[in-house]
């Protein structure tokens, strides 16, 4: 169930919040995002602890492990389904594809990449990060 509120809050704030007080997000011109408002349009939601991971390997989907790509483990999300994690703290957000399995933690519900963790918590402030993403189903 969508968090009206929330999508509200995230509205209100890059509309009235001047520049200099958004949540900073590094390589804009290489990421996928999206406007918060867009949340409207996805169909699920689970909140919960994001970790990353960046050790080298072969993803579940076959891919190779590229720390600089958006990309994020997730139990069940289908593969190539695109996930916006927003952090809850600060409100920065970004826009990663589902390309491998895990984790494997209770309550963590998403491991992303180096670059998708950088993008929420630029200042690197924190190994976890409490979030909720959405997406939609792939088909």
């Not at 993008?119 to 190994?127: C, G, L, T, V």
């Amino acid at each position: 169930m969508r968090n009206p509120a929330l999508i509200l809050c995230l509205l209100t704030v890059s509309l009235t919040t001047p520049a200099s007080v958004q949540p900073e997000v590094l390589n804009v011109e290489q990421m996928h995002l999206i406007e918060p408002v867009s949340l409207e349009r996805l169909q699920n939601e689970q909140c919960g602890i994001a970790t990353y991971y960046d050790y080298g390997h072969l993803t579940a989907n076959g891919e190779n492990f590229n720390p600089q790509e958006l990309t994020a483990a997730h139990p069940s999300i289908p593969f190539n389904a695109w996930v916006t994690v927003i952090d809850q703290h600060t409100g920065a957000f970004v826009q990663v594809r589902i390309n491998d399995r895990g984790p494997w933690v209770d309550e963590h519900i998403i491991d992303l990449t180096p670059a998708g963790m950088d993008a929420i918590d630029p200042k690197n402030i924190s190994d976890i990060r409490m979030v909720c993403i959405y997406w939609d189903e792939v088909g």
